[in-house]
């Protein structure tokens, strides 16, 4: 008895129609302009339009197949090891000579970079000089 009943949850389960797959086509976009107005649009403009694109339909982006496929998704915190305690892992702080290391690669970034340092090597030697002093 029980084995009709779960072969008739299979069959009506089966018997379920499929959502229809829905393609979307490329759209054209216009920048059409009116004086100091501007509008973006998908219908022509009344003038020649100041610029014209196409806007490919969303989707999956390229390679996307192939990276989903490789790695699942997780949906949750990392699973702690075994024997870990989180205590530790927090105060876990590198060596003074690591801090000592990082300002003195940092200083000696700034001598070779001169008046001249940049925003970007600034930021990625306080950056690093901070998570080796923290």
């Known amino acids: 008895m029980a084995t009709v009943g779960y072969l008739l949850l299979l069959a009506v389960a089966g018997v379920q129609p499929a959502a229809p797959v829905q393609v979307l086509a490329p759209v054209q976009v216009f920048k059409c302009s009116d004086g100091n107005q501007v509008s973006y649009q998908s219908?022509?403009?009344?003038?020649?339009?100041?610029?014209?694109?196409?806007?490919?339909?969303?989707?999956?982006?390229?390679g996307a197949a192939a990276a989903a496929g490789s790695q699942p998704l997780r949906?949750?915190?990392?699973?702690?090891?075994?024997?870990?305690?989180?205590?530790?892992?927090?105060?876990?702080?590198?060596?003074?000579?690591?801090?000592?290391?990082?300002?003195?690669?940092?200083?000696?970034?700034?001598?070779?970079?001169?008046?001249?340092?940049?925003?970007?090597?600034s930021s990625y030697w306080d950056n690093r000089v901070h998570d080796a002093c923290r």
Not at 44 to 60: E, K, L, Q, S
Not at 78 to 102: I, Q
């Open 43 to 62: 219908a022509p403009c009344r003038g020649p339009p100041a610029r014209t694109w196409i806007v490919p339909p969303p989707g999956p982006m390229p």
């Open 75 to 121: 949906s949750g915190p990392k699973p702690r090891r075994a024997g870990t305690s989180t205590a530790v892992r927090r105060n876990a702080r590198p060596g003074e000579d690591a801090c000592a290391k990082a300002r003195k690669g940092r200083e000696d970034a700034y001598r070779r970079a001169g008046l001249k340092r940049g925003f970007a090597l």
